[in-house]
């Protein structure tokens, strides 16, 4: 009996003690929180702008609209010019001169809803990019939007402070990089703020195919993005939210810029063929997870690393980080519409989906 009460008073004491620690715990979290939340306050007020940076536009609130459409939206899908996936044919000769053109342009990111972009001549992505590795790739920059910008190109080794600068508006850049490495990688505007550029429109892809690579029949690049909203964009067009990138809380998802519009126009191929999708996500902050239903990807070459013996074979979803790129092999030999899609669903929801189209079948479907 006594020693009962002997362990039911060291468990009183044990589970007090426990309890203080808790709230000892509890209490170190809040003023570590709040501690964090002092230095973040002064480090931004030590780095806020001297500079001319435009402040980025919030509604403040984190109203979603996604799904937003307005009532001729199927026809208007229908109407909608895809964004060439097909990759073009490499630059010719030693040097790929590639010249980029930096514009305000106002896009469509889905059917009805439009978008004032910082982007390029061409809308958003940029053009596509085709080297081959070991090729000198020559970049002019023009910039001919309102504000400065730069573009930082992931398949170059050069040092950032040289090359990927800041141009005026009216202004041009230029600068050589060789394409030693062989991969699909992102290009982008890295003025800050870099969030708000890259979500503004401002990337796109460049290939570097090496040469040992298997023959596929037909290549097609897709550019993974998110957007932020801070309208609907029907009746005028929607700029970018700071509060809903931050939140990571985008209102469309899309390959190439446009939700869906390879369901409305899918990509094709013959059964049997090897096709080959080159992807770069370029974010700004989230993941694509890259899968196509109703096959297994036969070849993937994860992150870009186009090493043979890197490869992985037969896999069912392959994550492409923000900032990334994978490349992936597939042979269909059953004609049917094969769905390429983020697998995280909430992505497809909101538009990175679309459609594979083998052996030219009837019909459509959405997943
Ligand atoms: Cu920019």
Not at 60 to 67: A, I, K, M, N, R
Not at 155 to 163: G, L
Not at 185 to 204: D, E, R, S
Not at 337 to 360: K, M, R, T
Request: negative net charge; glycine residues 10%.
């Amino acid at each position: 009996m006594a020693a009962r009460t002997k362990d039911s008073n060291s468990f009183a004491l044990v589970a007090v003690t426990a309890i203080l620690l808790g709230l000892l715990v509890g209490v170190l979290g809040i003023v570590s929180v709040l501690m964090w939340s002092d230095a973040r306050d002064s480090r931004s007020a030590q780095t806020q702008p001297a500079s001319s940076m435009p402040m980025p536009a919030s509604s403040g609130s984190l109203t979603s609209y996604s799904g937003a459409a307005p009532a001729d939206a199927a026809e208007l899908a229908k109407a909608h010019v895809p964004y060439p996936a097909s990759l073009p044919a490499v630059a010719p000769g030693p040097v790929a001169n590639v010249h980029l053109v930096l514009k305000d342009v106002t896009i469509d990111i889905a059917p009805g809803v439009k978008y004032a972009a910082w982007a390029w001549a061409g809308g958003a992505p940029g053009p596509i990019i085709h080297v081959r590795q070991g090729q000198l790739v020559h970049i002019t920059l023009t910039n001919d939007g309102a504000i400065p910008h730069s573009v930082d190109f992931h398949a170059a080794r050069v040092a950032p402070n040289e090359d990927f600068v800041d141009v005026f508006p009216g202004k041009s850049v230029s600068y050589t990089f060789r394409a030693n490495d062989a991969g699909v990688f992102m290009y982008h505007c890295g003025t800050k703020p870099v969030l708000m550029h890259i979500a503004n429109g401002m990337y796109g892809a460049i290939v570097v195919e090496p040469a040992n690579l298997p023959h596929a029949d037909k290549n097609y690049v897709l550019v993974a993005s998110e957007w932020y909203l801070d309208s609907d964009g029907i009746g005028k067009p929607a700029s970018f939210d700071m509060a809903k990138a931050h939140a990571r809380m985008p209102d469309w998802m899309t390959f190439n810029g446009y939700s869906g519009q390879y369901v409305a126009h899918p990509l094709t191929a013959k059964p049997g063929e090897l096709v080959r999708f080159w992807v770069v996500d370029a974010g700004p902050s989230l993941d694509t997870d890259f899968h196509i239903v109703g096959t297994i990807l036969d070849t993937a070459y994860p992150f870009g690393d186009m090493n043979p013996a890197d490869a992985l074979h037969n896999v069912q979803t392959v994550t492409v980080p923000a900032g990334g790129g994978g490349v992936f092999d597939v042979k269909i030999d059953k004609p049917g519409l094969y769905p390429f899609v983020s697998h995280a669903f909430a992505a497809v929801d909101q538009g990175q989906v679309g459609l594979l189209n083998v052996g030219n079948v009837k019909g459509t479907m959405s997943h």
